[in-house]
């Protein structure tokens, strides 16, 4: 959405409020209490009543605003902002596009919209073709703090692991025209990066499997991480010289130096406990690079799902 149409659509707060009770009308309003979808509007309380056991419904509650209580427009904002460009927007820049005094309701809620991405995108898994690596971002971490000897390398204090696992297959018939067009010997799809506690076997293997659909084809390393992966995918693993890693991994490596070039550029410091929100948003948009309509899906994201800090069930 252009900005020029945001701006007529939504140029005020009872707009906003009017637009989100309509999306979430569009999903479809679940009673908390039996579970029953059929509801009366209260106008006068801007609730929704049960028609079967007369639970009431707030407008914020079950969905990404709930128990905020920053004006709609402010969401409405965020949302815009952070689907309106390839690039990101960090929170501090929001607060002050917003005008709002204080930077924690901020910050909070462009985190609350990232997880929200995040919940989304682990709805579907990566299929077929699957380049699979992992790389190491820079983020601070009260680690190491105490007198203890940094690391250097894979282990180190100061970066976090986040293993990386995209769709990709070779372009067939490869002619002139189509090598102006992809530069690469594949052609990308759906990305996934998700943060892990360690590279064992064991933990990789719990990760991957959530992320990329049984009996896949997977290219990757010949890193003992993967070793386990065997009895679920079909491995295509060896050891890659510098000069064959941008032929036989070329987009997981354009992805994570993609995504630390992103936040070298807009953020200060990344917590490491914060790192996955990043990642959620710079997955969604990725996803979505060809969708003109980024702003209506992440609303309707927005009403679809609860957030929380603690992995609680959401939806």
Known sequence: MKLIDFTKNYPDEQSCRVAFKEYREQEGVKCKKCGNTTHYWKKNREQWECKKCSHRTTLRSGTVMQSSKLPFQYWFIAMHLLT???????????????????????????????????????????????????????????????????????????????????????????????????????????????????????????????????????????????????????MDSKVISKNEINKILPWVHTAISNAKRLFLDVHHRIDNDFLQSYLNEFCYKFNRRYFDNLFERLMVAAVSYRWNWFGEENG
Request: hydrophobic content about 30%; charged content about 35%; glycine content about 4%.
């Open 84 to 234: 309106s460009t390839k690039k990101t927007f960090s929170a501090k820049e929001i607060q002050r596009q917003i005008g709002h005094k204080r930077y924690e309701p901020i910050w909070a809620m462009m985190h609350k919209i990232r997880l929200v991405m995040g919940y989304r995108d682990d709805e579907y898994v990566l299929k077929d073709e699957v380049e699979l690596d992992e790389g190491f971002f820079a983020t601070v971490s009260l680690k190491g703090d105490n007198g203890e000897r940094l690391k250097r390398g894979r282990g180190s204090q100061k970066q976090t692991t986040v293993v990386v696992s995209i769709e990709s297959k070779p372009v067939e018939n490869k002619s002139e025209e189509l090598n102006k067009k992809y530069k690469k010997d594949k052609v990308v799809k759906h990305i996934k990066m998700k943060v892990v506690d360690s590279l064992k076997k064991t933990s990789i293997t719990r990760y991957v499997t959530n992320m990329v659909e049984k009996s896949s084809n997977i290219v990757s390393d010949a890193s003992t991480s993967y070793v386990d992966l065997d009895e679920h995918y079909n």
